[in-house]
């Protein structure tokens, strides 16, 4: 009889991420009987997904499918979470896991109602970390719209200041408690499945691509945040420097993948995400100039290379064949764009008043290891799943770079893998 086998059993998973991937593992799991605990970081579920403005195959907003998982959740007494929580240790094995996390304080309790009296009473600003530091918040804040648990957080910036004060005076449902303290709790879980994401790769290191160093250099994230309607603009896709509408814009694909120096990966999402970018600019400034550069287009599926097409016959969207390798100041806020056209051979100096680097997305665990011994990661960070031993699991871009649609497949099998774990006894 293997240690396993032996030991006290648990019929309870834990899922460590409450992006997409974590969800679906999660309500996949519950559905079918199991308690299933999730512990997130951020102070809301829906991870990466809340950030876009539209996500394939269906171009949805991230209402359609966040809001119908927060549903199933909220009517489902097998699932706990916890937001703002960190797992801080993990000893055991399959079947038997004892697990330490860290409940980290909001500073607001169940009382709230979202009337927003703190942060009208709050006079401090940050930057707001949802929207990538485009603009600021209060120190008293709701995520976003759609933030689930649909509550407030006092910052710990502002904690034992006047404006902390001030927001405790303001609500009128005791619902802002200034003395919460991050507390420990241990979890006894037969499974354990990480879905702890990713984020983009940080574009300021990528050297000869001016990110940083020319304000109307975004990222492609950034421009998710720029086009929707929560985002810092209120959908409308402007320049950083004047709040102008653009021209004329430049995508740079592989800014920073599928390079010895940063990722030598492929990140599987980004030419459809330009591609899908190009249309959002297209949409709203029906004159305006797209200038894609790029290695290889891959447009993984039939659906996809239908989308492909389409952006394609669009006369006002230009395709070169060939890797950016400077930008430079083009003057008036514009920026330059050198690159060789891997088909003629010329060398080209494109000029635009936008440029959105395509940078890749890396594992969270990259930067982070996990307090996970057992666990094994590839070179590049993400997990390796041992299926054969099971137990502890990776999914969606913990596990590989992935879309939605294909997050929410692996989550759905991932769920299955944790539950087989249950039933080894």
């Known amino acids: 009889m293997s240690e396993a086998q032996g030991a006290p059993f648990s019929g309870s998973i834990l899922v460590v991420g409450g992006g997409i991937s974590g969800l679906t593992t999660a309500l996949e799991a519950a559905e079918v009987g199991y308690e299933v605990f999730i512990v997130e970081k951020n102070p809301y579920l829906g991870g990466r997904v809340a950030q876009l403005k539209q996500y394939f195959p269906k171009l949805c907003p991230p209402t359609c499918g966040l809001e119908i998982n927060f549903r199933r959740i909220k009517d489902n007494p097998r699932i706990k979470f916890f937001t703002l929580a960190d797992v801080e240790k993990v000893d055991g094995s399959p079947g038997n896991y004892n697990v330490s996390i860290k409940l980290n304080p909001r500073y607001v309790n169940e009382n709230c109602t979202c009337c927003g009296a703190c942060a009208d009473a709050c006079q401090t600003e940050i930057p707001n970390e949802f929207n990538f530091g485009m603009d600021k918040t209060k120190g008293a804040f709701l995520p976003h719209e759609m933030a689930f648990p649909n509550r407030y957080v006092i910052s710990s910036r502002i904690m034992g200041t006047e404006d902390a004060q001030r927001c405790k005076e303001a609500c009128p449902y005791d619902a802002v408690d200034l003395e919460m303290q991050a507390k420990t709790m241990d979890l006894n879980v037969g499974a354990i499945v990480w879905a702890t994401g990713w984020e983009p790769y940080d574009a300021s290191k990528i050297d000869n691509l001016g990110f940083g160093q020319y304000p109307n250099i975004v990222t492609n994230m950034m421009l998710e945040r720029l086009a929707a309607p929560n985002g810092p603009t209120k959908g409308q896709i402007l320049r950083p ?185």
Do not use: W
């Not at 653009?246 to 591609?275: T, W």
């Not at 060939?322 to 920026?335: C, F, I, L, R, S």
């Not at 891997?342 to 008043?353: F, I």
């Not at 999914?395 to 039933?423: E, H, W, Y």
């Open 241 to 425: 420097s004047d709040n102008q509408a653009p021209k004329s814009v430049a995508f740079v694909q592989c800014a920073g993948s599928r390079d010895e120096n940063h990722l030598p990966y492929c990140s599987y999402i980004c030419c459809m995400a330009s591609l899908k970018h190009a249309t959002y600019i297209r949409e709203q400034y029906p004159d305006a100039k797209v200038y894609i550069f790029y290695i290889d287009m891959r447009a993984p599926g039939y659906r996809y290379e239908r989308f492909y097409e389409k952006v394609k016959a669009d006369e006002n969207v230009v395709f070169i064949k060939g890797k950016v390798a400077a930008v430079e100041d083009g003057g008036n806020g514009q920026v330059t764009l050198v690159a060789e056209d891997a088909v003629s051979g010329e060398k080209l100096h494109q000029t635009v008043d936008m440029a959105v680097l395509a940078t890749g997305m890396q594992p969270t665990a990259v930067n982070a290891k996990l307090p996970a011994a057992d666990l094994n990661y590839t070179e590049d960070g993400f997990i390796i799943n041992d299926l054969d031993k099971g137990g502890m699991f990776a999914t969606g871009c913990a596990n590989r770079p992935a879309d939605v649609m294909m997050s929410n497949q692996n989550a759905t099998g991932i769920a299955l893998k944790a539950i087989q774990t249950m039933m080894k006894r």
